[in-house]
C-alpha cells in the first residue's frame, strides 16, 4: 500500500478549507485564503495543481471551472501527521507526547474526564 503523502503547511491550510467547505472552485479556496493572509491566485492555482499531481485533492476537469476535492480524510491525515510527528519528535513515545502536552497546560475537569474516558477505552481494547 503506498503511503499517504504528507501535505505541506501551505497545502493543509488548503485541505482544511476543502474539508470544512466540500468540493471548491480554485476562486473559492483563494478567496477563503485571503481571510488570513494574502495569497495570489495563480499561486493558489499553482499549489492545488501540485496537491493533484500528489494525490493530495482530485480535480473534476467536467467542466471549463475545475472543482477540487480532498483526496484523503481529516482523520486519516490527522493520523499520518501525528504519527510522524510522534515518531521523529517523541522517538515513538505516546506517553512523552501527552507529559508534554498537559505538563504545562492547565487542563479543565472536563478534558480531564475525556482523557481518562480515552484511557479506560484503551486498556478495553487491550484486553
Same mark, same amino acid.
Given at each position: 500500500? !503506498?503511503?499517504?503523502? +504528507?501535505?505541506?503547511?501551505? @497545502? #493543509? /491550510?488548503?485541505?482544511?478549507?476543502?474539508?470544512? *467547505?466540500?468540493?471548491?472552485?480554485?476562486?473559492?479556496?483563494?478567496?477563503?485564503? *485571503?481571510?488570513? +493572509?494574502?495569497?495570489?491566485?495563480?499561486?493558489?492555482?499553482? #499549489?492545488?495543481?501540485?496537491?493533484?499531481? !500528489?494525490? #493530495?485533492?482530485? +480535480? *473534476?476537469? /467536467?467542466?471549463?471551472?475545475?472543482?477540487?476535492?480532498? $483526496?484523503?480524510?481529516?482523520? @486519516?491525515?490527522?493520523?499520518?501527521?501525528? =504519527?510522524?510527528?510522534? =515518531?521523529?519528535?517523541?522517538?515513538?513515545? /505516546?506517553?512523552? #507526547?501527552?507529559?508534554?502536552?498537559?505538563?504545562?497546560?492547565?487542563?479543565? &475537569?472536563?478534558?480531564? $474526564?475525556?482523557? &481518562? $474516558?480515552?484511557?479506560? $477505552? !484503551?486498556?478495553?481494547? *487491550?484486553?
Amino acid at each position: 500500500m !503506498k503511503p499517504l503523502p +504528507r501535505p505541506t503547511e501551505s @497545502e #493543509l /491550510a488548503i485541505l482544511q478549507i476543502l474539508w470544512e *467547505n466540500g468540493p471548491s472552485t480554485v476562486r473559492f479556496v483563494n478567496e477563503t485564503l *485571503n481571510q488570513e +493572509r494574502e495569497v495570489g491566485y495563480t499561486t493558489t492555482l499553482k #499549489l492545488m495543481q501540485i496537491m493533484a499531481e !500528489k494525490g #493530495l485533492v482530485l +480535480r *473534476n476537469t /467536467a467542466s471549463r471551472t475545475h472543482i477540487y476535492r480532498p $483526496a484523503i480524510s481529516e482523520p @486519516e491525515t490527522q493520523r499520518g501527521l501525528l =504519527d510522524k510527528f510522534v =515518531d521523529t519528535a517523541f522517538r515513538g513515545s /505516546a506517553i512523552k #507526547l501527552v507529559m508534554q502536552a498537559l505538563g504545562p497546560h492547565k487542563a479543565s &475537569k472536563e478534558e480531564l $474526564a475525556a482523557i &481518562k $474516558a480515552m484511557i479506560e $477505552a !484503551k486498556e478495553k481494547d *487491550n484486553q
